[in-house]
């Protein structure tokens, strides 16, 4: 899935997909087509390995049912990765054929893919048993945490979708400068430049969210190491993340960085999914 992800970020940022014309699945109405350009290459490259990713998470899915069913959420995560891999596939697809327009719509493509990443994630970590690991059994989560988990969790879903926006309105480079938008211009003066800033405020407003939650961890929870950790790496992705979208536009957006930019946030909304989860156990133990 973390391919998925990737490849999904690479398509939109060399422009590639147009790279089948607007066949799907064939390529520009052949199974195989005769000219091989790059964009024709990662297009098709993407839709190889979500056919892969389709018959991996089928076969994972059975697996997981079969063995693990036990457990109170292994249905639910199955339903949802199965669901939204399959939505992703469709809408990708409605978007090649025309069937889907506009900017503020594909870049909902983006968040629906990272939907289905975030139920394979925590389904993983279900599997391989880390919950029992750091002995979640015991935690006791308070409100004030609870809140900080979840209005992030929502929260980080509209970051990411104004991080889509970006790229799919070619706001990239919108604003040339960081933090500020252009040399001597803080306010934006353009429907682009206002979409770069815009993803750049939200930004802002997480990042001190961030703050203000770990420093309740390390307050309130220094002894369950499953909390203090897993917000501390959750912390380090979203520096990781604001550092590499100042990168971006120092380097006129690299490739190489602005996957890493989609690689960071796509991990730290799959973590914050895993503690939605022990929420989740935390309420269903307390009645």
Same mark, same amino acid.
């Given at each position: 899935m973390i391919?998925?992800? $990737?490849?999904?970020?690479?398509?939109?940022?060399t422009?590639?997909a147009?790279?089948?014309?607007?066949s799907?699945?064939?390529?520009?109405?052949?199974?195989?087509?005769?000219?091989?350009?790059l964009?024709? =290459?990662?297009?098709?490259? @993407?839709r190889g390995?979500s056919l892969?990713? =389709?018959?991996f998470l089928?076969l994972?899915?059975?697996?997981a049912? /079969?063995q693990m069913s036990?457990?109170?959420e292994?249905k639910f995560l199955v339903y949802v990765?199965?669901s939204? =891999?399959l939505?992703?596939s469709?809408?990708g697809?409605?978007?090649v054929?025309?069937l889907?327009?506009g900017?503020f719509?594909?870049?909902a493509h983006?968040?629906i *893919?990272?939907i289905c +990443?975030a139920a394979? +994630?925590v389904?993983?970590?279900?599997v391989?048993h880390?919950?029992?690991? +750091?002995?979640t059994?015991?935690l #006791?989560?308070?409100?004030?945490?609870r809140n @900080?988990? #979840?209005? =992030?969790?929502? !929260?980080?879903?509209f970051?990411?979708?104004?991080?889509?926006l970006?790229g @799919?309105a070619?706001? *990239?480079l919108?604003c040339? *400068?960081?933090p500020?938008?252009?040399?001597?211009? #803080? $306010?934006?003066t353009?429907?682009y430049?206002?979409v770069q800033?815009g993803? /750049?405020?939200?930004?802002?407003?997480?990042f001190?969210?961030?703050v203000?939650?770990l420093i @309740?961890?390390y307050?309130?929870? *220094?002894n369950? /190491?499953?909390i203090k950790?897993?917000?501390?790496i959750m912390f380090? &992705?979203?520096?990781?993340?604001v &550092?590499?979208?100042?990168?971006?536009i +120092?380097?006129?957006v690299?490739?190489f960085i602005?996957?890493f930019h989609?690689?960071f946030i796509?991990l730290? !909304?799959g973590?914050?999914?895993?503690?939605i989860?022990?929420?989740? /156990?935390?309420?269903?133990r307390?009645?």
């Amino acid at each position: 899935m973390i391919f998925v992800q $990737i490849g999904g970020s690479l398509v939109t940022k060399t422009g590639s997909a147009e790279g089948c014309g607007d066949s799907w699945p064939l390529c520009h109405g052949q199974l195989l087509p005769k000219d091989w350009p790059l964009d024709t =290459i990662i297009e098709i490259a @993407h839709r190889g390995v979500s056919l892969l990713a =389709i018959i991996f998470l089928i076969l994972f899915g059975v697996m997981a049912w /079969r063995q693990m069913s036990h457990v109170r959420e292994t249905k639910f995560l199955v339903y949802v990765s199965l669901s939204f =891999i399959l939505i992703q596939s469709l809408v990708g697809a409605a978007a090649v054929v025309g069937l889907w327009h506009g900017d503020f719509v594909l870049a909902a493509h983006f968040g629906i *893919s990272l939907i289905c +990443f975030a139920a394979v +994630f925590v389904l993983t970590l279900l599997v391989f048993h880390v919950d029992q690991k +750091f002995d979640t059994k015991d935690l #006791i989560i308070k409100q004030t945490l609870r809140n @900080h988990t #979840i209005g =992030i969790t929502i !929260f980080i879903y509209f970051v990411i979708y104004s991080g889509a926006l970006v790229g @799919h309105a070619d706001a *990239s480079l919108a604003c040339t *400068s960081w933090p500020h938008c252009m040399p001597n211009q #803080i $306010i934006p003066t353009n429907f682009y430049q206002w979409v770069q800033m815009g993803h /750049r405020f939200l930004v802002l407003i997480l990042f001190v969210w961030m703050v203000i939650a770990l420093i @309740h961890v390390y307050k309130h929870y *220094s002894n369950y /190491r499953v909390i203090k950790k897993g917000w501390t790496i959750m912390f380090v &992705l979203l520096l990781l993340q604001v &550092l590499t979208g100042a990168l971006t536009i +120092f380097t006129y957006v690299n490739i190489f960085i602005a996957l890493f930019h989609a690689l960071f946030i796509t991990l730290l !909304f799959g973590m914050l999914c895993y503690y939605i989860l022990l929420l989740s /156990r935390n309420e269903y133990r307390e009645k």
